[in-house]
Antibody, heavy 125, light 107 residues
Framework: EVQLVESGGGLVQPGGSLRLSCAAS????????MHWVRQPPGKGLVWVSR????????SYADAVKGRFTISRDNAKNTLYLQMNSLRAEDTGVYYC??????????????????WGQGTTVTVSS | DIQMTQSPSSLSASVGDRVTITCRASQSISSYLNWYQQKPGKAPKFLIYGASSLHSGVPSRFSGSGSGTDFTLTISSLQPEDFATYYC?????????FGQGTKLEIK
């Protein structure tokens, strides 16, 4: 069964750090780009970051650039999100998701086809 | 950055109704548009890619259309399990922005 399981969430004070993990199973992890998406309480989905298949290329949302670092260990089938200088507005559920490619009518499309169950991060004093 | 705007933000409908949700991009994204469904307390579920192609296992009552800046998600005959929040997402450029969501509620 294809599965993503996040862990590492919790309560942290403003300015603190946290590292999230996402353990992948049931597919060849090293073949896929991976993303982090978060959801503030009662609000919508917000894209956070992505990593290419070997971790050599990464991208970030402006809101987290310079504070968050995405990385992966393909030998351990695990994706990470190191979060530093945390702020109250970073509070929410953090999902990891697999990016898969699909052949469409005219182009090759990418979508987040497998999601973890999410891990909750609360930044509060 | 590309902004994605969905309308309406919420919608009340009955089982058997046909409903349409709209998603508009702030600039042309060709057909690089995905749709997801999310139920309370659950992770999002992938529905549609390339604006109109159904992901494997998604019921045929779901359909998508559009290109450029304007897109729609249509559910032809609502079933009880379809009451959820729906999100569009562009896969044209980074950041991979989502719409704010459309909450579909039972009338």
């Amino acid at each position: 069964e294809v599965q993503l399981v996040e862990s590492g969430g919790g309560l942290v004070q403003p300015g603190g750090s946290l590292r999230l993990s996402c353990a992948a199973s049931g597919f060849i992890f090293s073949n896929y780009w991976m993303h982090w998406v978060r959801q503030p309480p009662g609000k919508g989905l917000v894209w956070v970051s992505r990593s290419n298949s070997d971790g050599s290329s990464t991208s970030y949302a402006d809101a987290v650039k310079g504070r968050f670092t995405i990385s992966r260990d393909n030998a351990k089938n695990t994706l990470y999100l190191q979060m530093n200088s945390l702020r109250a507005e970073d509070t929410g559920v953090y999902y990891c998701a697999r990016a898969a490619g699909f052949i469409g009518r005219d182009y090759y499309y990418y979508a987040l086809d497998v999601w973890g169950q999410g891990t909750t991060v609360t930044v509060s004093s | 950055d590309i902004q994605m705007t969905q309308s309406p933000s919420s919608l009340s409908a009955s089982v058997g109704d046909r409903v349409t949700i709209t998603c508009r991009a702030s600039q042309s994204i060709s057909s690089y548009l995905n749709w997801y469904q999310q139920k309370p307390g659950k992770a999002p579920k992938f529905l549609i890619y390339g604006a109109s192609s159904l992901h494997s296992g998604v019921p045929s009552r779901f359909s998508g259309s559009g290109s450029g800046t304007d897109f729609t998600l249509t559910i032809s005959s609502l079933q009880p399990e379809d009451f959820a929040t729906y999100y569009c997402q562009q896969s044209y450029s980074i950041p991979r922005s989502f719409g704010q969501g459309t909450k579909l509620e039972i009338k």
